[in-house]
């Protein structure tokens, strides 16, 4: 097991902190770290991927769980996988497609782990009608406080509170996940531009869920009639018959990387670090949405790079210069629309220079205790964290959100204040409850935590 002192941070590198991290080769070494944990407790850590501060330990332990990646078994007829909880998503996909299964949920990356997964109870583009993450893992393998592993099932105590509870819970070590059959590696995608707010939400809702994974790319700097105008792009698994006579030549995955020079804005040249300003940002989204068709259905896609298409591209965060970014996601029920107006139009009229702006609907609530999804609409949006006033103005969307029954993600914030996570959380007191009397001495512990009061 290696050993070392390093500054972490988020994905959106905000608030970096110094911990111990240690990397085991199998379970026993991790359950070693478990049980010598200094007066800052340990918290588990896979590829990094949670914007905020969920994975960082200051002046504690970090338990990097990337090494500890091994898939023991797929069953292909009963669709089963078993696998460390350090196998990253990307890895999965890769083994399970050529057998015609995919991992049970996946988001807009592949680069997160199946344990990130299960501790932010992670949701897709389908959660309408898959739900999240957790609802799919028949088992889990969870490292407790006592430094003992146990096996924990679905509709219990531990698994509601592990599923979504941020490694605070104990660390996953691995877990066996009931897959989705497909009958070929290719995605349908439609693709329609909506001309305002009102226009996309009436898109979403009209073609009902036959087309199951849906989400939408949000100007948010338009303004005036076009606020809120958007590029709606949904999909299902092609079918056999779908695809086209040269199939079997296509690449079922596209190469790491890109090519050198590609912006990961399409229409534009690459721009140097830290210039993502209103004016940079609103030609972005300007090229984004005058070059996106107007309406375009039977688009064949392989499957990564309609989940994944982002991790094909160069690394978007030196735009946001050297204060890192914040990644803000809330989500408010069915009904609540005029609060999503109101915050879209907050954010368009303080010409926040957003690129990145993605709204996609809720199913029913995950059983999680501090599950993020609920049934209504989310919007997840990416801001440089050196604007001025940045945390007041989010401060009173908290509190807009909040009046309307609304949410913060827990798992990807980095600077929500503890009594506002408090009001949204209503189970909140059940997860403190529980953590309190499966680990007294606070053997997990990271800065989110504490931050929030968790």
Not at 83 to 103: F, I, K, N, T
Request: aromatic residues 6%; glycine residues 14%; charged residues 20%.
């Amino acid at each position: 097991m290696s050993v070392d002192t390093v500054s972490l941070t988020g994905w959106g590198r905000t608030a970096p902190t110094t911990a111990v991290r240690f990397r085991p080769r199998g379970y026993e070494e991790a359950a070693a770290v478990v049980r010598g944990r200094g007066p800052r407790g340990v918290i588990a850590r896979g590829l990094g991927r949670s914007p905020g501060d969920a994975a960082q330990n200051a002046g504690g332990s970090v338990l990097d769980l990337s090494g500890l990646a091994r898939i023991g078994g797929v069953d292909a007829a009963a669709g089963v996988v078993r696998c460390d909880a350090g196998v990253s998503l990307e890895r999965l996909l890769r083994v399970l497609l050529p057998l015609g299964w995919l991992p049970p949920v996946l988001p807009g990356t592949g680069r997160v782990t199946v344990g990130g997964a299960i501790g932010s109870d992670l949701l897709g583009l389908d959660h309408r009608r898959a739900g999240s993450f957790a609802r799919h893992v028949s088992a889990l393998e969870l490292l407790t406080a006592d430094g003992e592993v146990r096996t924990v099932l679905p509709g219990t105590a531990l698994f509601d509170a592990t599923a979504g509870g941020l490694g605070l819970t104990g660390v996953v070590l691995g877990a066996t996940l009931r897959l989705r059959r497909v009958s070929t590696g290719l995605m349908a995608v439609s693709t329609e531009r909506a001309g305002d707010l009102d226009d996309l939400l009436a898109r979403f809702t009209a073609g009902g869920d036959r087309l199951p994974y849906a989400s939408a790319w949000v100007d948010l700097t338009a303004r005036g009639r076009a606020t809120g105008r958007g590029i709606l792009t949904r999909g299902e698994h092609a079918t056999p018959d779908m695809r086209p006579a040269h199939a079997e030549r296509t690449r079922l995955f596209p190469r790491s990387g890109a090519a050198p020079g590609r912006s990961p804005f399409p229409g534009l040249p690459p721009l140097p670090g830290g210039l993502l300003g209103p004016a940079a940002a609103a030609l972005c989204n300007e090229v984004r949405y005058r070059g996106s068709p107007r309406a375009r259905t039977g688009e064949l896609r392989p499957v990564p790079a309609f989940f994944h298409a982002s991790d094909a591209l160069p690394d978007v965060r030196p735009l946001y210069g050297r204060g890192g970014l914040v990644r803000y996601r809330f989500t408010v029920g069915y009904g609540q629309e005029e609060t999503l107006h109101r915050v879209v139009r907050r954010i368009a009229a303080r010409r926040s220079p957003a690129v990145r702006a993605v709204l996609q609907r809720f199913g029913a609530a995950d059983p999680g205790l501090l599950s993020f999804a609920a049934p209504g609409w989310s919007l997840e949006l990416d801001l440089p964290a050196s604007l001025p006033g940045l945390g007041r103005f989010l401060d009173g969307v908290d509190e807009e959100v909040a009046a309307a029954g609304g949410r913060v993600c827990l798992a990807q914030d980095s600077r929500m204040r503890p009594e506002t996570a408090a009001a949204m959380y209503p189970r909140l007191a059940e997860f403190r409850e529980l953590r309190a009397r499966l680990d007294p001495a606070g053997a997990f512990r990271s800065d989110l935590s504490r931050r929030l009061g968790l």
